[in-house]
């Protein structure tokens, strides 16, 4: 069974930063993509950023140039954070780590990111 173990949600202030963990554990198959959505109250979950099968990220285009996302595979855990600059009360939402083969999708289950003006 597969398990996304996310961490690092909170509140910060404006202007403040914030980074994501989420670490994937169990069995599964050759990851395509793996990387962060968030849902606001009363909107659509939407993708922040994400990391290909080849190396390469995808962003939003709310979030580019303030975050960052990396992924390690220490000790054959596949980890990926996202570190979260100059982050605005537009970004408050639960975030999901997502973690995608080329026949499963799975989910964290979510952790809150609250930004206070």
């Known amino acids: 069974q597969v398990q996304l173990v996310e961490s690092g949600g909170g509140l910060v202030q404006a202007g403040g930063s914030l980074r994501l963990s989420c670490a994937a554990s169990g069995s599964f198959l050759r990851i395509n993509t793996m990387g962060w959505y968030r849902q606001a109250p009363g909107q659509q979950r939407e993708l922040v950023a994400r990391?290909?099968?080849?190396?390469?990220?995808?962003?939003a285009d709310s979030v580019k140039g303030r975050f960052t996302i990396s992924r390690s595979r220490e000790n054959a855990k596949n980890t990926v954070f996202l570190h979260m600059d100059s982050l605005k009360p537009e970004d408050t939402a639960v975030y999901y780590c997502?973690?995608?083969?080329?026949?499963?999708?799975?989910w964290g289950q979510g952790t809150q990111v609250t930004v206070s003006s």
């Open positions: 997502n973690l995608a083969t080329a026949y499963q999708t799975y």
């Open positions: 990391c290909t099968s080849d190396g390469s990220t995808d962003y």
